[in-house]
T-cell receptor, first 113, second 110 residues
């Protein structure tokens, strides 16, 4: 299965600022997925990123707040913009398929103060 | 909409006991079910993947069963160890998305 390197692993940010999270995969993949895990909650899909096209966002998530880049088949970034304390969560990227299951990055633990 | 429930939400067991973690889902039209382990503040580590056509999967001390018709999966961890302390997440795939439960938080007491 693919190996994902995600960074930063954690950060403490001031409200109103932005943070960009990076995920690097050790193989080429068509789709990359970005999730949010709020404290005590399950994972929620933010968006699906395809190389060469705009990311597809889930209900409740918008591009202005969570812009995503997908410059090639092994790399993607998620930016959390204009942060507020409600954005404090673990953010995770993932790759995978129905046949082989899904692999996740090590997560970015974000605290907004 | 697929709803995934994991029971119990939290449990503590003495070292050496077997662990039984339950996952239920509302829509039986799934492609597969995957169990993950999550350590505090970290990402997810895949443990077992069960395709919809399969009844169970085994890896070492771990065994997961799937009863698609009744919407249930069970993860068994034999002879638990303190290193098994973590949150275990169940995820079911329908169409092209995963639906997650909130997890079973496990503490194994030495």
């Amino acid at each position: 299965s693919a190996v994902i390197s995600q960074k930063p692993s954690r950060d403490i940010c001031q409200r109103g600022t932005s943070l960009t999270i990076q995920c690097q995969v050790d193989s080429q993949v068509t789709m990359m997925f970005w999730y949010r895990q709020q404290p005590g909650q399950s994972l929620t899909l933010i968006a699906t990123a395809n190389q060469g096209s705009e990311a597809t966002y889930e209900s409740g998530f918008v591009i202005d707040k969570f812009p995503i880049s997908r410059p090639n088949l092994t790399f993607s970034t998620l930016t959390v913009s204009n942060m507020s304390p409600e954005d404090s969560s673990i953010y995770l990227c993932s790759v995978g398929t129905q046949a082989y299951g899904y692999t996740f990055g090590s997560g970015t633990r974000l605290t907004v103060v | 909409k697929q709803e995934v429930t994991q029971i119990p939400a939290a449990l503590s067991v003495p070292e050496g006991e077997n662990l039984v973690l339950n996952c239920s889902f509302t829509d039986s039209a799934i492609y597969n079910l995957q169990w993950f382990r999550q350590d505090p503040g970290k990402g997810l580590t895949s443990l077992l993947l069960i395709q919809s056509s399969q009844r169970e999967q085994t890896s070492g001390r771990l065994n997961a069963s799937l009863d698609k018709s009744s919407g249930r999966s069970t993860l068994y961890i034999a002879a638990s160890q303190p290193g098994d302390s973590a949150t275990y997440l169940c995820a079911v795939q329908t169409s092209n998305r995963l639906a997650f439960g909130k997890g079973n938080q496990v503490v194994v007491i030495p």
